[in-house]
T-cell receptor, first 111, second 113 residues
């Protein structure tokens, strides 16, 4: 079993829809949680960062961490075609230097 | 903003060639990483460096070596390129400790023919 599980998709939704992307994990020591967005043929860019549990909002994006369920989510409101990309979750324990990545979910927003 | 720069966007090399991929970061980060990314396999860590001249093997180090002579520069070396090393290579850097958010370069698409 992988430490971090992420459905690779692909996921296709109409423009304006609310998108929910999720990861589950098995290591209860994970404390730092990140979401990266990767456009085709580009490097991943850091989109959201959360420490421990709770929610964090940035514009149309909300990151949610539920440590009791070992489950993290990224919500995209009012989705746009420009949100079409692969979204990778990443996480690590306190003190660790290396991130553990999910496989990435490929998302397409249809106009 | 952190900038991580990889020397090439696209490379085509022949089987058996020695290949150098270069990465430079401008934010004085202690940690630097090399990953490869393949469809269906996600990001896989090749090597990690936490200081100058210090390195640690990742999940798939076979066929690769690295060099870090200066803090800002981390090189990935394919000693004898093979077709199964055709991939997207991504360099990243992060501060040591705490949040250790990683920042990535734009990637190098390497094709070995």
């Amino acid at each position: 079993q992988k430490e971090v599980e992420q459905d690779p998709g692909p996921l296709s939704v109409p423009e304006g829809a609310i998108v929910s992307l999720n990861c589950t994990y098995s290591n209860s020591a994970f404390q730092y949680f990140m979401w990266y967005r990767q456009y085709s043929r580009k490097g991943p860019e850091l989109l959201m960062y959360t420490y421990s549990s709770g929610n964090k909002e940035d514009g149309r994006f909300t990151a949610q961490v539920d440590k009791s369920s070992k489950y993290i989510s990224l919500f995209i409101r009012d989705s746009q075609p420009s949100d079409s990309a692969t979204y990778l979750c990443a996480m690590k324990p306190q003190g660790a230097q290396k991130l553990v990545f999910g496989q990435g979910t490929r998302l397409t927003i249809n106009p | 903003d952190v900038k991580v720069t990889q020397s090439s966007r696209y490379l085509v090399k022949r089987t058996g060639e020695k290949v150098f991929l270069e990465c430079v970061q401008d934010m004085d980060h202690e940690n630097m990483f090399w990953y490869r990314q393949d469809p269906g396999l996600g990001l896989r860590l090749i090597y990690f460096s936490y200081d100058v001249k210090m390195k640690e093997k990742g999940d798939i180090p076979e066929g690769y070596s690295v060099s870090r002579e200066k803090k800002e520069r981390f090189s990935l070396i394919l000693e004898s390129a093979s077709t199964n090393q055709t991939s997207m290579y991504l360099c990243a850097s992060s501060l040591k400790g705490g949040s250790a958010r990683a920042f990535f370069g734009q990637g190098t698409r390497l094709t070995v023919v």
